[in-house]
């Protein structure tokens, strides 16, 4: 049984086909319901379950449902977000609502999502909660700084998590990709170059998955993983490069 949050598109959608194409029993959960349902619609037996979770109390609710209709939940995959460009020298200030929802949506969602559903999770024998971060949470991207601080501050989340739970029987995982072919980026004029396939992505990320790999960085992401140990001033350069 697998819940995953922003399952109506991109990289949500793409692992829940391949969970159920598996055979497991899957919920995505979203905003959207439409969208959610057109994901399930092609997959039956799927289910549908409408969240922000950018709300704790609707996260809190969600996590009562799950827990009475399918108490065997064992893996929860923390997938939703937001990406906005945010031009912070530009005239006069910023939308503080949009610059608050992006903060909301990709990473109290994610706190939401853990704090709410890890009690059903610690009750099984075994189980997983996969944050779902970025490469760009090592190198920003600065024409992207909210989404950029939010998958940084995803990663030191999950660090800080794993550490917490390794007495217990869940195992704490961060999926960290590269930029990826999704709608995610339906706000660029175009798909960022060398994007990463969305099938290619989803079956390396179930690779690492099956190996139960703590971290699995994929693609181009483990470039920028090692910029930000070794060279973070030349990852930055490498990542902002068309911007400069």
């Not at 950029?148 to 550490?163: D, G, P």
């Not at 703590?214 to 140990?229: C, N, P």
Request: charged share 15%; no cysteine; hydrophobic share 50%.
């Amino acid at each position: 049984m697998v819940l995953i949050t922003g399952g109506g598109a991109g990289i949500g959608a793409g692992l829940a086909a391949a969970f159920h194409a598996r055979g497991s029993q899957v919920i995505i959960a979203g905003h959207g319901q439409a969208r959610l349902e057109a994901v399930a619609a092609r997959h039956p037996g799927m289910q549908v379950e409408v969240v922000d979770v950018a709300d704790p109390q609707q996260v809190m609710a969600l996590a009562e449902r799950v827990g009475q209709r399918w108490p065997q939940l064992i893996t929860v995959i923390n997938n939703a977000g937001i990406q906005h460009l945010f031009d912070f020298a530009a005239p006069g200030p910023l939308d503080a609502a949009e610059l608050g929802r992006e903060v909301d949506v990709n990473l109290k969602g994610v706190v939401y999502i853990a704090n709410a559903f890890l009690p059903l999770l610690k009750a099984q024998p075994r189980s997983r909660l996969v944050n779902v971060g970025s490469g760009l949470g090592y190198v920003p991207l600065a024409a992207a700084p909210i989404y950029s601080s939010t998958k940084a501050a995803v990663h030191s989340f999950t660090i800080a998590l794993r550490r917490q739970l390794k007495g217990s029987t869940v195992q704490v995982v961060e999926l960290i990709p590269p930029v990826v072919v999704t709608d995610l980026h339906r706000n660029l004029n175009e798909i960022p170059p060398r994007a990463m396939e969305l099938d290619v992505f989803v079956a390396k990320t179930m690779a690492g998955l099956d190996k139960g790999r703590d971290e699995i960085v994929v693609g181009l992401a483990k470039a920028l993983q090692f910029f930000s140990r070794v060279a973070p001033g030349l990852g930055l350069k490498v990542v902002n490069q068309q911007a400069d």
